[in-house]
């Protein structure tokens, strides 16, 4: 018999015209048609659409001729797998966001190009732009927060408690082994108002704390830090106000490069004297709790300068909420802790994994940054025409490192992730019975539970129950001739395989009381 290739059947190329079909002469061998294949209709040399067709399809199937199968650089397809995983770590962290009472919102994937110019600092050459579309400059949203600013100012929001679970795009390095994606999903929890100091702040850092502890995801240190504290240590340092910024994106690479790697891009840069960079130094090495605190309070320089006594003021009450709280442990006043964005106006944080190398180490190295956020009060107000400011402070779930870690783990451990939800598998064990399943799986659907039933009119039991064991479905109702005859139906435990009969009327009850946790 013949066999069409892939081509055909997969990619539907042939032309419509006489079907192919096989001769069977009188004697009774099957042959195929003696014009097969059909003689080319154009001129010689062109085999016409069909021909062409078949070459543009060998092309791409591994020819190199024809258009790439593969995801763009950065992203990824997510297999049903993947994507079972990424719903059960999305519902862990939007229960949390719920037990705090945010309200969830959604704004769309484009913004104006002029609503994220200018709020990102250096990492603003990392936004997707987009060519004119009917007159309007477009970009791809960067981040999450930005939108919500625009969100407030443009609706006059001056008090919300959000969150928001959406893709962002940045065209950045991709890392994939290590979660870091050109389009990848961020989950924000931000809270705008004027509230008393501090308060809303140990709340984002309680969020952050007991998401990653619900994730069991190792041990994490959140290291935290103030903008202004680290204004008031460039300007007693020397540093002009107008360098601040650029300065500040220097040292937020400190969690990545050695020091003197960060004090020569300082010099050689952004041109900070080598007496500027080291008196800097001197500060952003510096990390522990309360007792930091009382120092830098008590620092002759960073006392006299009014913004940094501002920070430490608020930091010192913060680590006061935070040990109500129970998680000051957890947290590490961190001077080299900078978050790039521009945006930032107070407190900064960033959640880390943390990896002991091996049992010679005294501390814990980081292997990666979880989450991070900060308070932005002056964002909203770039956005309302008369300046009016709102007060926000957010915090941020890298889900996508978090998801890569979890996937890795899942790989290693063998575990079976179920694609699906089905509770039940309507079977039967004889032929002609799929009017009896039919109905009994409408009665099912309509009582709200779960099920499934393959599709053949007359499936073998067997592949039937298999189907169950493969895809982890908890029961199977097995409803034969014999228990149609005396009004049960079979309720196969699918993992003991143990049956009963239930009583067709006592079905729903029996298999609610089962799948109850």
């Not at 790039?340 to 501390?363: K, P, R």
């Not at 890569?404 to 079976?416: D, N, T």
Request: hydrophobic share 40%; with cysteine.
């Amino acid at each position: 018999m013949l066999r069409l290739g892939p081509l055909a059947a997969a990619g539907r190329l042939l032309p419509a015209g006489p079907r192919l079909g096989l001769l069977r002469p009188a004697g009774g061998r099957v042959s195929l048609s003696r014009a097969w294949p059909p003689r080319p209709r154009g001129p010689v040399g062109d085999c016409g659409l069909l021909s062409q067709q078949v070459r543009a399809a060998a092309g791409s199937a591994g020819g190199g001729r024809g258009p790439a199968l593969k995801t763009p650089k950065g992203t990824r397809d997510h297999p049903p797998a993947q994507t079972a995983l990424r719903d059960r770590l999305l519902a862990a962290v939007v229960a949390c966001f719920k037990r705090h009472g945010a309200a969830a919102i959604d704004t769309p994937v484009l913004e104006l190009r002029e609503t994220l110019t200018g709020k990102y600092g250096e990492e603003a050459k990392l936004i997707y732009e987009l060519q004119d579309q009917g007159g309007e400059l477009l970009a791809l949203r960067y981040d999450l927060t930005v939108p919500f600013a625009r969100y407030l100012a443009m609706n006059k929001i001056t008090n919300m408690k959000r969150y928001h679970i959406a893709k962002v795009y940045r065209r950045d390095n991709p890392a994939t082994t290590r979660g870091r994606y050109r389009e990848f999903y961020q989950c924000d929890f931000d809270i705008a108002g004027q509230f008393d100091p501090m308060i809303p702040d140990a709340e984002c850092l309680k969020i952050m704390h007991e998401i990653l502890s619900d994730l069991q995801l190792g041990d994490f240190l959140i290291k935290v830090n103030d903008r202004r504290i680290l204004n008031g240590v460039f300007a007693v340092c020397g540093i002009p106000e107008s360098k601040f910024i650029t300065t500040c994106s220097t040292v937020d690479k400190l969690d990545k490069l050695p020091w003197e790697e960060v004090k020569n891009e300082m010099v050689g840069e952004k041109g900070l004297s080598p007496e500027a960079a080291d008196r800097i130094g001197e500060y952003v090495q510096l990390h522990g709790g309360l007792e930091l605190i009382e120092q830098l309070l008590q620092d002759p320089k960073l006392s006299q300068n009014k913004l940094a006594k501002e920070g430490l003021g608020d930091m010192k009450l913060l680590f006061e909420y935070l040990t109500l709280f129970g998680i000051a442990g957890k947290i590490s006043f961190d001077l080299s802790l900078a978050r790039g964005l521009d945006y930032y106006t107070g407190v900064i944080f960033e959640a880390v994994l943390l990896q002991q190398e091996n049992d010679h180490v005294e501390e814990p190295v980081s292997v990666g940054s979880v989450a991070g956020g900060g308070r932005y009060d002056g964002l909203v107000g770039m956005f309302d025409p008369k300046g009016r400011k709102v007060p926000c402070v957010g915090v941020s779930i890298g889900i996508e490192r978090i998801f890569s870690i979890l996937e890795q783990r899942v790989k290693a451990s063998g575990e079976k992730i179920r694609t699906t939800e089905t509770q039940v598998l309507v079977a039967t064990p004889q032929k002609h019975l799929l009017a009896a399943r039919l109905k009994l799986i409408s009665e099912l659907w309509d009582a709200g539970i779960k099920a499934e039933m393959l599709y053949k009119k007359d499936p073998k039991l067997l592949k039937q129950l298999q189907y169950c064991e493969d895809t982890g479905i908890p029961l199977a109702a097995i409803i034969g001739q014999q228990e149609l005859t005396d009004g049960v139906v079979k309720l196969r435990d699918v993992a003991t395989r143990e049956e009963v009969d239930i009583p067709r009327e006592k079905l729903l009850d029996e298999i609610r009381r089962r799948l109850e946790p």
